[in-house]
C-alpha cells in the first residue's frame, strides 16, 4: 500500500495514523477542524517523544513516523490516489454514509474504504458508498498504539482480497486480528457489555459491591480489569449507548440498560471523565 488515508484525527484517528505510519506507510491524516489536526499531530509527537524517554521507541523510529506523515484539511488533495482509507469520524450513520459516498467520488476504484464504528452497520454504510465490496469494517481499540487488537468487521459484500488486504496491513502495524461477520455489537462490544450490564443488575439487587465484583472477575477470571471499573474507564453514557444500539437491533433482553446505568448516566456521573462513575476519582 503506497498511501493510507486516515480520516478524522480525534482520540482515534491520530492514534491509527501514528501506527500505520510508524509501520512505514505513507499515511495522511484529515480532519475537517484544523485545531484538531494540529492536535492530533502534536499528540502523536508527545507520544513518540515519552516514548523515546522511556525507551519504548527509538529516535529512528519517530524520525521513519513522522517522515512517512503528512496532514491536510482538503479530504481531495488527502484521499486522491489512496489504497486505504479509514474512517474515523463521528458515531453517526448519515455522516459515515455521506462521507463513504463523497470517498467513492475521489478515491481509485481499487482503494479499500474502512469504518472505525464501534456500533453501526457496516454493510449500511457499504450500501451507501457505492463500492461494497471494497468496504471493510476496521474496528481499533484505546488507545491505538499500545491495545494489540484489531476487530475487522467483515460485510455480507466484502470481497475476499479486500479481507486478505486488510488483515495484512493490520499484522503489519502490529495487531493481532480477529474477524468478525458485521452483526450488533460484532464481536467485542456484544460480549463485553453482556458482563457489564449483569454486573450492574447484580449491583442493584445488592448481591455485592462494584468493587467486590471486579474482584471476582479480575482475579477470579484473570481479566485485567473488572467490568465495572472498565465502564468508568469507557464512559456510561458510551456504555448506555452501546446497550440501548444493540437491544434495538436485537430485542434480547441480556442488552437491556439497568435503571442504575440509566439513572447515574441522567445524575451526570459517567466515570472517569466526570469525576464519578461506579467509583469516586475525587474530582
Ligand atoms: N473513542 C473510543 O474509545 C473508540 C473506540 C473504538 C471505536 N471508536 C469509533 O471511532 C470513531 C471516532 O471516534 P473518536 O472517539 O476518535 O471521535 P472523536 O470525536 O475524538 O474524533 C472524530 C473526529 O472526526 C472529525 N470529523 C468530523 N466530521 C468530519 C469530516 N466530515 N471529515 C473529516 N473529519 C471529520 C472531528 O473534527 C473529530 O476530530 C467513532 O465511530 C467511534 O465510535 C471510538
Given amino acids: 500500500m503506497n498511501k493510507v488515508v486516515i480520516l478524522g484525527a480525534g482520540t482515534m484517528g491520530r492514534g491509527i495514523a501514528q501506527v500505520s505510519a510508524l509501520a512505514g506507510y505513507p499515511t495522511v491524516l484529515t480532519d475537517i477542524s484544523p485545531e484538531v489536526l494540529q492536535a492530533g499531530v502534536d499528540g502523536i509527537q508527545d507520544f513518540l517523544a515519552k516514548g523515546i ?31 486505504l482509507v479509514i ?35 457496516v454493510d449500511e454504510i457499504a450500501r451507501a458508498s ?22 475487522i468487521v467483515r460485510g455480507e ?10 488483515q495484512a496491513f493490520g499484522e503489519r502495524i502490529g495487531k493481532t486480528c480477529i474477524v468478525v461477520k458485521d452483526s450488533p455489537g460484532f464481536a467485542s462490544s456484544r460480549l463485553g457489555i453482556v ?43 458510551v456504555r448506555l ?8 437491533a436485537t430485542g434480547s433482553p441480556v442488552f437491556e440498560a439497568p435503571q442504575l446505568l440509566r439513572d447515574l448516566v441522567a445524575a451526570g456521573k459517567l466515570g472517569r471523565k466526570s469525576g464519578a462513575g461506579f467509583y469516586d476519582y475525587g474530582a
Avoid at 513516523?65 to 503528512?70: D, F, H
Avoid at 457505492?130 to 476487530?151: C, Q, Y
Avoid at 449507548?241 to 434495538?248: L, M, N, P, V, Y
Fill in 53 to 83: 524517554a522511556r525507551g519504548k521507541t527509538t529516535e529512528a523510529q519517530r524520525d521513519q513516523c513522522m517522515a512517512n506523515l503528512r496532514w491536510t484539511t482538503d479530504l481531495t488533495e488527502a484521499a486522491t490516489g489512496a489504497d
Fill in 130 to 151: 457505492g463500492r461494497a465490496d471494497r468496504v471493510i469494517g476496521a474496528h481499533f481499540f484505546n488507545p491505538v498504539p499500545i491495545n494489540k487488537l484489531l476487530e
Fill in 195 to 237: 458482563m457489564a450490564l449483569e454486573a450492574m443488575r447484580m449491583v442493584e439487587q445488592g448481591v455485592a459491591s462494584a468493587a467486590d465484583i471486579d474482584t471476582a472477575m479480575e482475579l477470579g477470571y484473570r481479566l485485567p480489569m473488572g467490568p465495572l471499573r472498565l465502564t468508568d474507564l469507557v464512559g456510561l453514557d
Fill in 241 to 248: 449507548a452501546i446497550a440501548e444500539s444493540i437491544h434495538g
Fill in 157 to 166: 459484500a466484502t470481497s475476499a482480497d479486500t479481507l486478505d488486504r486488510l
Fill in 87 to 121: 474512517e474515523a469520524v463521528p458515531e453517526v450513520m448519515a455522516l459515515k454514509k455521506q462521507i463513504f459516498a463523497q470517498l467513492n467520488d475521489i478515491t481509485p476504484a481499487t482503494a479499500i474504504l474502512a469504518t472505525n464504528t464501534s456500533s453501526l452497520s
